[in-house]
């Protein structure tokens, strides 16, 4: 690998690299094209233009215009069937020019090999995820989020991998790999193997979750950052949120990563070349590969980069917590089955408490319709919202969700009313029908993204197997609140933050656990992350039906 | 000999060195080494004076020198005619007239991306019928094994082409002969064949045979009959599609394999000639390969009394800037095939280098050299283009060196290329591993004329198009085909046809969409790597576009007010097929991983062991009565 062993290049790579730094305003479009074509790359832009469903103020956007900018290096004799795709997003400020240099030197090396059997497209994305969501669907045509965007021109057939760069300084101390891709998706393993493989050869330091693997397995502090490690990677994955530019490429079965520079006060500093020369190796063995990568996992954990945990060794543990339920499911039908004992008094009861199929459908369609609420409502009445309280558009959408999601506790008592069957037999029923529906939810989600599916479990899983109508109810209704699925999610916030190290007073938090909902919503709307109605629609009727049983008169 | 060679020079060189040709007339009966010798004794005054004219003379000259000899594609063809009708032809009838000829060709054009586009074309003419007499044995120029392959199956026209690589319309303009990726083949049989497709099967294994390649993959699954979008080349008026066979392998991987096995059909092999620079390990370090073969039977004269056999190769490269150039726009021949030239390829009875001169008039673009005095112009793909020529029979080209090797040195790197007029793209859209759509742009840049092109695609059964979304949108409104023949699959046995008339108007991009669902296969039918993908053909766009020269009304071009009112026929329109980039698209894989096989083996022998088990236990053993005959019923 000859990568900027020559001087002349370098100091083209490092004259870029200068130029980027200096600060730009929006993205140098026109500059971009010139530079790539000077580079001997069939240049093409798209743009695109979105609306917020509500402003973003993490990002500080709503009304989002931009323009992608994207050179396809053809390979020689290749049919245009198969590409590889390295982007870097560009975006005001010096956020991430550093990677637009590496990427522009890259191309200008790669442009000049010969071994190229794929064709490389270099990508630079304006608005980070939301570029890349509009240059993916234009790229295959689709459009699931209802963005503009104009037309490709260009294409290089299907893309076989992607890789996302994120470099902030010339140089950096570690690099860091991020895969989890939206809905919780997973590029497949080989793709980690590969990037460690290359950073073992360049000794490179490399982490995952931003931490450091540690040699000493069987200590307690090697075992400890390892189960935290993974943990990390539980709470992203559950997120359900693209973690990376790269995460957009997995719903089109691309596999793809981002590799993010980290600078911290260490000594050891790698370059940029050093950085190149890893992107070139992987290049290189992308290029190489015949089919897609399908031989390793594509259902992992990862507490270090070099190990990992298998889809054989975890869904076990969610068995055994589904199968609880399913126990309990069982246990209910043999009590309703079973006859009571016989006595004379009590035949007419029976007869009388069968239940109808009325007194289980009301609470079913009732806490289904307060999802529906909560999955609509904070959008649609933001404006609405904002006219009457002093509150921006984005505080108007979560409280909205946080007072529909309260205002659904207060159902129980009104659905009695009309089902006058409130007896030892009806909430048999219902809580069966509660506990298989949670198993079937569980379960699938389990197999979608099993993080989310997991923690879900862990937490209503209790809930659903101890709560009868006949426990103490303000104690029971404290942990029914407790393990609610909003409570969940301020809990892995803070347990988050604590994993980060960077734990949070609980003002800050609370701050954090408001802006992570809005951000859960947005990602529905902009990306299509299914996590926001999967909560809205279905787990949380789901724990309201739990909450009517105990409730249950 | 000599005669027909005399015969045979091209006008345009007749027109140049008039005085060598006088010579030659009245020596026709001459040896061949004599003639040689008096062309290399006239032509050092005819340079020499030349190189004494000022510049104003030169271009005087260019003008004097401007008639229309060929167009690249028939380039042969129209020389050919042009000598039979010509006056010399009463001389040459007087001698034995002869049976076969061969001539060579290298057309160098330099493309506005820096890459270099270097087009040979070889051909061969015999004389000869192979249907009629019983058995040709006796070979002379034309090779023997596609001599045999003619008169045994029955060929009428043979098309083959073998191509690494996608041509890129928009960076390089139009192709001489343009060929998708991959390996292509479609032939007209004869209308004595009775079975057609067992003869094409027979036919594509020989010729798998011949060119060392995988043509033995064509069977029904992927080859078709268009009815409109082939047409014969040669002469004949049997258009039947019936005797028409299509089919392309996308797939191909085109190398030296292929290569040493076509350059064996030429007369003089690579041991002289232009040949000599078909070198594969430069030709293979390139961005595009193309090599073909095209048999068809042409006429002998313009009466077109007797039909004559044209064998005709010709082989493509552009080589790239960066890659093969290391970035410097300086090309020679050397620098492209690593070898200079010495001489023609003694059988050869025109030996020619055409340079593509057309963006360098005046020379200020790049210089060429050794320079020449010889031009020539054609319209070429309704452009019309000047060329340099090296005349390789003549030793003078060679120099006191004895060696051509022509280099072209850029001076600056300005100039636009004319957006092409019509150009495709194709991509498969939607995701997951149900459905999809599949895409084909059609782009008519001309600024003012709407032109028809027939669509063809060919899809493979396995995706299984709904033909009943067949949109077709230009401008945004729907464009309804003037004609369609659609032909369904069947399932493991023959593809989709789907060919479409559409009218393309003028500045836009039409847009053909058709959905369809990916089949999942048996699990013997994947290949042995499911992941990599399956290939579909490129689509073929043929089409008469409007000539750019015949909108050329403020021409500057000094021709004779009579010829310049109405656009000819000729230069009004030309034909360009463009084919559009195959598709690779994933059907659903099932994992032929250890695991995989594991847990189908063991669910399959439990399955087996169980379903027996509970059978055995289940059933209800009894003894059956035999029942009385049917004699003692009563």
């Not at chain 1, 629609?537 to 309201?544: I, K, N, T």
Request: glycine content about 6%; some cysteine.
């Amino acid at each position: 690998m000859g990568l900027l062993s020559d001087p002349n290049r370098r100091r083209a790579l490092i004259n870029l690299l200068t130029r980027l730094n200096a600060p730009i305003c929006g993205m140098p479009v026109d500059w971009l094209v010139k530079t790539m074509q000077a580079r001997g790359l069939e240049v093409f832009t798209q743009s695109f233009s979105r609306t917020l469903p509500f402003p973003d103020e993490n990002k500080e956007r709503y009304m989002v215009k931009g323009t992608n900018v994207y050179g396809i290096l053809r390979a020689p004799r290749a049919p245009r069937t198969e590409a590889l795709v390295l982007s870097a997003s560009c975006s005001p400020g010096d956020e991430n020019n550093q990677a637009v240099g590496l990427l522009l030197g890259l191309a200008q090396y790669f442009r000049n090999q010969i071994y190229f059997a794929k064709d490389l497209i270099f990508l630079v994305n304006e608005h980070d995820l939301i570029g890349m969501q509009a240059w993916l669907e234009g790229y295959h045509h689709t459009n699931t989020t209802g963005m503009d965007w104009t037309p490709l021109h260009g294409r290089g057939g299907s893309i076989q991998a992607a890789l996302s760069l994120e470099l902030n300084s010339h140089v950096v101390t570690s690099l860091d790999l991020v895969l989890e891709g939206l809905n919780g998706q997973l590029p497949n393993l080989d793709l980690a193997n590969l990037f460690y493989a290359f950073c073992q050869k360049l000794s490179v330091l490399c982490t995952i979750e931003g931490k450091l693997q540690r040699n000493d397995w069987d200590s307690v502090s090697g075992y400890s950052q390892a189960v935290q490690t993974m943990m990390l990677m539980v709470m992203k994955q559950a997120s359900g949120r693209p973690w990376g530019d790269h995460g957009l490429f997995l719903r089109y079965h691309i596999e793809a990563a981002t590799i993010k520079g980290i600078n911290s006060f260490r000594q050891d500093k790698t370059d940029a070349t050093t950085i190149g020369r890893l992107l070139e190796g992987m290049y290189r063995k992308l290029n190489n590969l015949l089919e897609r990568l399908h031989q390793s996992y594509f259902f992992y954990l990862m507490p270090s980069l070099s190990n990992f945990v298998s889809i054989g060794y975890y869904m076990p543990a969610f068995g055994l917590l589904a199968v609880i339920l399913l126990l309990r499911a069982l246990d209910l039908w043999v009590q309703l089955v079973t006859p009571p004992p016989r006595n004379e008094e009590r035949v007419n009861d029976i007869a009388q408490s069968c239940p109808g199929v009325l007194s289980i459908l009301i609470p079913l369609v009732i806490s289904h319709l307060t999802g529906v609420a909560l999955y609509m409502l904070p959008v649609r009445f933001q404006e609405m919202a904002v006219e009457h309280f002093p509150v921006s558009e984005t505080e108007a959408v979560v409280l909205t969700a946080i007072a529909v999601y309260t205002a659904g506790l207060a159902l129980p008592h009104n659905t009695h009313r009309y089902s006058s069957e409130g007896t030892e037999q009806g909430w048999r029923v219902l809580k069966l029908v509660a506990v298989l529906y949670l198993a079937v939810l569980l379960g699938c989600t389990a197999l979608i993204n099993f993080s989310l599916g997991f923690i879900l479990a862990l937490t209503l899983v209790p809930v659903a197997a101890f709560v009868t109508p006949h426990v103490p109810k303000v104690l029971s209704a404290f942990a029914l609140v407790f393990l609610s699925p909003a409570c969940t999610l301020l809990f892995s916030v803070f347990f988050y933050q604590e994993l980060q190290e960077m734990p949070v007073s609980f003002q800050d938090g609370w701050i954090l656990y408001l802006s992570v909902i809005s951000q859960g919503i947005l990602d529905h709307y902009l990306y299509g992350s299914l996590v926001y109605p999967l909560i809205a629609l279905l787990v949380y009727p789901c724990w309201l039906l739990f909450w009517n049983i105990l409730f249950w008169k | 000999m000599a005669a027909h060679r005399c015969g045979f020079l091209p006008p345009l060189f007749i027109l140049c060195a008039l005085s060598v040709l006088t010579v030659t007339w009245t020596q026709e009966t001459i040896p061949l080494g004599s003639h040689r010798a008096a062309a290399a004794d006239s032509k050092p005054t005819d340079t020499k004076s030349v190189a004494q004219t000022t510049e104003q003379l030169a271009v005087e000259q260019r003008q004097w020198e401007a008639t229309e000899v060929e167009e690249a594609t028939s380039a042969a063809a129209a020389v050919s005619k042009q000598d039979n009708s010509s006056p010399e032809d009463v001389v040459q009838t007087s001698t034995p007239k002869p049976k076969d000829e061969f001539q060579e060709e290298l057309v160098v054009r330099p493309l506005h991306s820096g890459d270099i586009y270097a087009s040979f074309q070889f051909r061969t003419l015999w004389q000869t019928d192979f249907t009629r007499e019983r058995k040709v044995s006796h070979y002379g120029l034309f090779p023997k094994s596609l001599g045999q392959v003619i008169s045994k199956f029955s060929v009428r026209e043979l098309h083959i082409s073998f191509t690494q690589g996608y041509w890129r319309t928009m960076q390089w303009g139009q192709p001489f002969l343009s060929s998708p990726p991959g390996a292509e083949l479609w032939v007209w049989f004869q209308d004595t064949v009775t079975d057609v497709d067992g003869t094409w099967k027979e036919l594509a294994n020989v010729l798998s045979g011949i060119f060392c390649a995988s043509l033995n993959f064509i069977d029904s699954t992927n080859t078709v009959q268009p009815t409109a979008s082939f047409k014969p080349l040669g002469i004949g008026n049997v258009t039947d599609h019936r005797f028409l066979r299509y089919a392309t392998l996308p797939r191909e991987i085109v190398c030296t394999e292929n290569l040493t096995p076509w350059k064996k059909l030429l007369p003089c092999g690579t041991k002289a000639g232009l040949a000599v620079l078909l070198k594969s390990e430069k030709l293979f370090h390139s961005s595009f390969y193309s090599q073909a073969v095209h048999i068809r039977p042409v006429c002998q004269d313009w009466q077109c009394k007797t039909a004559s056999w044209e064998l005709r190769q010709t082989l493509n490269v552009v080589f790239d800037l960066h890659n093969s150039g290391q970035g410097k726009r300086e090309w020679s021949l050397f620098k492209m095939f690593s070898r200079t030239l010495t001489e023609a390829c003694p059988l050869a009875s025109t030996s020619k280098i055409y340079i593509d001169v057309t963006d360098n008039p005046e020379g200020e673009q790049f210089e060429l050299s050794p320079a020449t005095a010889l031009l020539s112009q054609a319209v070429v793909l309704g452009d019309r283009r000047t060329f340099s020529v090296y005349d390789l029979t003549q030793q003078i080209t060679f120099g006191t060196v004895r060696s051509l090797n022509v280099l072209m040195r850029w001076k600056s790197s300005e100039g636009d290329m004319l957006r092409p007029l019509l150009h495709a793209e194709r991509y498969v859209a939607g995701y997951g591993l149900q459905t999809g759509e599949i895409h084909t742009l059609m782009y008519n840049n001309h600024p003012y004329r709407s032109f028809p092109v027939l669509l063809l695609d060919s899809v493979p059964w396995y995706l299984r198009m709904y033909i009943h979304t067949l949109t077709v949108t230009s401008k945004g409104k729907d464009n309804k085909p003037s004609y369609i023949h659609y032909q369904p699959s069947k399932d493991r046995v023959r593809p989709h046809l789907l060919e479409m008339l559409v009218q393309l108007p003028p500045n836009s991009v039409t847009e053909v969409t058709v959905e369809f669902e990916r089949a999942l296969l048996k699990w013997t039918e994947y290949t042995p790597d499911p992941n990599h993908g399956f290939y579909v053909g490129s689509s073929v766009i043929s089409s008469l576009v409007p000539s750019l020269v015949a909108l050329d009304t403020n021409s500057t071009w000094q021709r004779p007010l009579f010829s310049t009112f109405f656009p000819c026929k000729e230069e009004s329109s030309y034909f360009v097929r463009v084919y559009t980039e195959p598709l690779l698209v994933n059907l659903p894989t099932p994992d032929f991983s250890m695991p995989y096989n594991v847990i189908c083996l063991t669910c399959t022998v439990v399955a087996v062991g169980y379903g027996s088990l509970y059978n055995l236990l289940t059933r209800t053993f009894q003894i059956e009565e035999p029942s009385p005959g049917l004699a003692k019923r009563p």
